[in-house]
């Protein structure tokens, strides 16, 4: 469900925001505030108010096959027109989809110094869209890959390589079908995104967890680490989570108005409009 409001709004919403949930944000902001260097890791649900759907669990379903069966690289090499169908709807969802105050917020918390690039499994493109430089565990819809010779292609090019029939597959320049940049099951996760995302974490004093329930794994375990080491975790989440009897701060939330109340906390009530570099 979209929430966007013109830009007039977002001082007064800030404010309202702020009274909806007032010990909840200033305790993140606290901890945000209290240390030099905290990791962010973000899941699917900071992407639901863009109007995104969780693919995964029980709303997961696809003309009855789940995500996790069509979202495989044994589909993408067995069953790859059916493949290209699932993500080509998915493509079309994400063409409307544009940051929301939560994708927005992080920008300005990572722009201003308070926290480190983001950590996300998302493969939207919203946090890039929104001004973060994120560390994209899961890869990006946003290009499409070659295994075979390792080209990229924009996911605009391979959506027209693809334009002719809802049955092809699009080609790589050397004949091979191209792929999504997006790690599917069965794949190991990027190895320089790995690298990345574990200097963060091996570094960090502290972790804010936003819109991921923990249940992904190797991901998850990013988390584990902050939370087993002693170091606080602050998970802000609008259902349960697998680490909830670790976190020393937990907000159930929509993601949105919580991160908007800290980026306010923290920035200033006019951190939509001002948020320029302190670093
Ligand atoms: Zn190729």
Redesign the pocket.
């Known amino acids: 469900m979209p929430e966007e409001h013109g830009s007039g709004n977002r001082a007064r919403d800030a404010a309202a925001d702020v009274l909806a949930h007032p010990r909840e944000i200033e305790a993140v902001a606290q901890l945000v505030a209290g240390c030099d260097s905290v990791a962010v890791l973000t899941g699917a649900g900071i992407s639901t108010e863009s109007g995104l759907p969780d693919y995964r669990g029980t709303s997961g379903m696809w003309r009855n096959r789940r995500f996790e069966e069509l979202a495989s690289i044994r589909a993408f090499t067995e069953e790859p027109v059916a493949f290209w169908e699932f993500y080509r709807m998915r493509l079309a969802h994400l063409r409307d989809a544009t940051p929301n105050r939560g994708h927005r917020a992080l920008a300005a918390l990572e722009r201003a110094g308070h926290t480190q690039p983001v950590i996300t499994q998302n493969v939207d493109g919203l946090h890039s869209a929104a001004g973060s430089d994120p560390v994209e565990v899961h890869g990006s819809l946003t290009r499409a890959e070659?295994?075979?010779?390792?080209?990229v292609f924009s996911i605009e090019e391979a959506e027209r390589r693809s334009a002719g029939s809802p049955e092809q597959v699009p080609e790589?320049?050397?004949?091979?079908p191209?792929k999504p940049g997006v790690v599917l099951f069965g794949e190991l996760l990027p190895a320089d995104a790995v690298r990345r995302a574990s200097a963060i974490v091996d570094t960090c004093q502290a972790m804010l967890v936003c819109g991921s329930t923990l249940a992904v794994s190797p991901v998850n375990g990013l988390a584990a680490q902050v939370a087993m080491s002693e170091r606080p975790l602050a998970i802000v989440n609008m259902g349960a989570t697998e680490l909830d009897r670790l976190a020393e701060v937990r907000v159930a939330a929509a993601l949105g108005p919580v991160l908007a109340g800290v980026a306010a906390s923290l920035l200033g009530a006019d951190w939509d409009h001002h948020d320029t570099p302190r670093r």
């Open positions: 070659c295994l075979a010779c390792g080209l790589c320049d050397c004949g091979a191209l």
